[in-house]
């Protein structure tokens, strides 16, 4: 069992908390049951499984099959454990898995690109809602928060592993791929004349959604095939960006079974 600080391996793991750390180790971290139960699922490759004698009495089946899905497991400490996990009550396991060098989006379907966004949170959101409604995949811009930042995974309840996803080294011309695919590009603006539900979803779409605080930049904004609004009642500024996103996501499931 794994009870120093200063264990080679403890010391690596942390590391991953940081975004440079986490580019030069080309790795990140899987946090708690719910995360490590959705990468076996789909047999996502790991790196290192750390547990506690606890966790392992109570996960005896998960315990096994994250046994047959990564190179390296360790017994380790209540204390190393809460020493290599972000959250402030780790459930007693803690994962890191390469990062996949093979993050293909496909252009059909529906699709969201992110730009600027900086809350992990609000990303994990969006990537649990668009799973959910049955996107075909993400783009996020390169300026934006970590697509593997341990919040994103958490917030994605999982769904991370479930969703086309990558990150984008020139979000304009992944749109132009995109439009020369034949697919409609959606921004929501304030200023729009139609709404979102006027849009014919039915296509093949991609959204466009922008900054927390600033929205879409406007050179990808002019980008758009169709600027849409989401109507707020006076005196309501706006809406959060993930909330945003499910509107226009479950508005395009809704045509697509129903009209």
């Not at 799973?131 to 309840?157: E, F, I, Q, T, Y």
């Not at 169709?226 to 996501?249: C, D, Y």
Request: hydrophobic letters at 45%; one cysteine or more.
């Amino acid at each position: 069992m794994l009870t120093s600080l200063q264990n080679s391996l403890v010391k690596q793991i942390r590391k991953l908390h940081s975004t440079k750390e986490r580019n030069k180790q080309n790795l990140f971290l899987l946090e708690g049951t719910h995360l490590l139960e959705a990468a076996c699922a789909v047999a996502y490759p790991l790196e290192t499984v750390c547990f506690t004698p606890q966790w392992q009495s109570t996960h005896p089946q998960l315990w096994d099959l994250a046994c047959s899905c990564c190179d390296r497991v360790e017994l380790v400490s209540e204390e190393v454990l809460a020493a290599i996990a972000t959250t402030v009550q780790p459930d007693g396991v803690v994962a890191t898995a390469r990062r996949s060098e093979e993050n293909q989006v496909p252009l059909t379907g529906l699709l969201l690109a992110v730009e600027t966004l900086q809350d992990p949170g609000n990303l994990g959101t969006i990537i649990r809602t668009a799973a959910a409604a049955g996107a075909s995949g993400l783009w996020l811009s390169d300026d934006s928060v970590d697509l593997d930042h341990p919040k994103v995974l958490r917030a994605s309840a999982g769904q991370w592993f479930r969703l086309n996803k990558a990150v984008s080294q020139d979000l304009k011309a992944t749109v132009e791929q995109c439009q020369q695919a034949g697919i409609q590009v959606i921004a929501t603006l304030p200023t729009a004349s139609f709404t979102y539900w006027q849009v014919d979803w039915r296509k093949p779409s991609l959204i466009l959604l922008g900054n927390e605080g600033a929205g879409l930049s406007d050179d990808l904004a002019a980008m758009a095939d169709t600027q849409v609004k989401i109507p707020l009642s006076p005196g309501v500024e706006s809406l959060n960006v993930a909330i945003a996103a499910a509107l226009m996501l479950y508005e395009a499931q809704r045509q697509n079974i129903y009209s």
